[in-house]
């Protein structure tokens, strides 16, 4: 094994990123060391890229990228027992301190002191990575094996979908970027009886039509409200999930939802949202959910379980592929809104 490997930083301030070498990361005695397979790219690796505010705030570079990705176990540490060489792992990559109240009460996905790795340590977009063995998810045989690439965003969207009430129930889905069009498809696998999705870019529209929306809308263009009260009968909709960190978005879902819905937001906003609390939560008696990351690991068995059951196909998602040195490819076309999940092999 070489001293060096390729990786994909970020070093300074400033829009871009750049493709060049790191040292092999030398792991601890509760970690492994993963040859990286497959990678995807995430919105927030948009961010950082782009350097918008949330990463002036966050990101201290330099640093490596990327926190979705599959791989094999190459090495462990002299206090791994549970896992072997050659295994297919991918991995939780917010690595939390398991000594918060948080974490002792089972909300780990809300530690305190919770290190996001390829965001706050180094990351996955590199030929190699080291990660806690508690952080490790097995690659399973009956599982297409690509989809560990981006088990990371469909926790996302599998937590999202059920934080609301979803069997035999109606969902309107704002916001179609890939966690909003898998929300899409998991809902329908949920037991959902309509599945409506806003989203104002045709790319998106249609790809949260493969994944399995009942009706997709452009609130551009049509008046998504009154669309959405034809469909339920002047009701509204049960549950709205809000993907898309728009202030209208949310707004619009809050008068399509219906008295006693569930409002669940995984979408981050970039400025604070005026709303009329009085008219639009109080006086509905709607419940509102926030939703930070995956559940540990809850939502890991959930996501199994659904890809085994035969009810979400995520193939349509995976829109694009590249080699690791061409990962700015990907990123223009996520910047253009003509893309689904864009591996880097």
Known sequence: MSEKMRAIWKRRPGRGIEVGEADIPIIKDDEVLIKVKKRAICGTDLHIYQWNEWSQNRIKPPVIIGHEFY???VEIGKNVKEFKVGELVTAEMHVVCNHCYLCRTGKAHLCENVVILGVDANGAFADYVAVPALNLWRVKKDIPEEYF???????????????????????????????GAMAAGIAKAAGASLVIVSEPNEYRRDLAKKMGADVVVNPFEENLVEIVMELTDGEGVDNVLEMSGVAPALLEGLKAIKKGGILVLLGIFNKDVTVDFNELIIFKGIKIKGVNGRKMYDTWYRMDGLLRSGKIDLSPIITHRFPMEEIEKGLLLMEEGKAGKVILT
Do not use: C, Q, R, S
């Open 149 to 179: 690439a981006i088990y990371d965003p469909f926790g996302n969207a599998v937590h999202t979908v059920f934080e609301g009430d979803m069997p035999t129930k109606t969902v309107l889905i704002t916001g179609a970027g890939p966690i």
């Open 71 to 73: 791989g094999e176990i």
